[in-house]
């Protein structure tokens, strides 16, 4: 069940770049949660796989030398929701209904996400230097909080100009 988790159902083993193609994945899950039950669903959803990633990569790769193993891939999950959650949230408090997710919002939390777990800097990379399972959630969940504000930014950038 470890294993199943932290290669989020065998995401993880496609390759190439199995954090992109979780990230994608994620997009696509998260803007059905957000339909489903908008953001309070997608920030549960995120509270929970962030929780259930600490477990299984925990678990899973107890007694292996190397905790970030590139099929390990809830992290990315849990990240990319989290990046998701700040425009979800935006809508949400803008009175949006569910079934509106206007594309800029998610692409952008896509791209950001992606550039901050890649380039890591700063408190990305520094929980990306730990060497456990904690350090292997808390590099995305950095990414994930920077991909969000980066995220909001820009739609408030965007709509300043507009």
Do not use: N, Y
């Amino acid at each position: 069940m470890q294993a199943c988790l932290a290669t989020w159902f065998g995401v993880g083993h496609l390759r190439p770049a199995p954090g992109t193609w979780a990230s994608a994945l994620a997009i696509v899950m998260g803007l059905i949660l957000h339909r489903l039950g908008h953001f309070p669903a997608l920030a549960l959803a995120t509270a929970a796989t962030f929780a259930l990633g600490l477990w299984a990569v925990a678990g899973w790769t107890a007694g292996m030398a190397e905790k970030d193993r590139s099929e390990i891939v809830v992290d990315e999950v849990a990240g990319q929701w989290l990046a998701l959650c700040f425009p979800s949230a935006g809508f949400w408090l803008m009175g949006l209904p569910a079934d509106r997710f206007p594309w800029p919002g998610w692409v952008a939390a896509f791209v950001f996400f992606r550039l901050f777990d890649i380039w890591k800097p700063w408190l990305v990379g520094r929980a990306d230097r730990r060497a456990d399972a904690a350090g292997v959630m808390l590099d995305d969940f950095w990414a994930g909080l920077f991909a969000g504000t980066a995220t909001m930014i820009a739609a408030g950038i965007s709509h300043g100009l507009m």
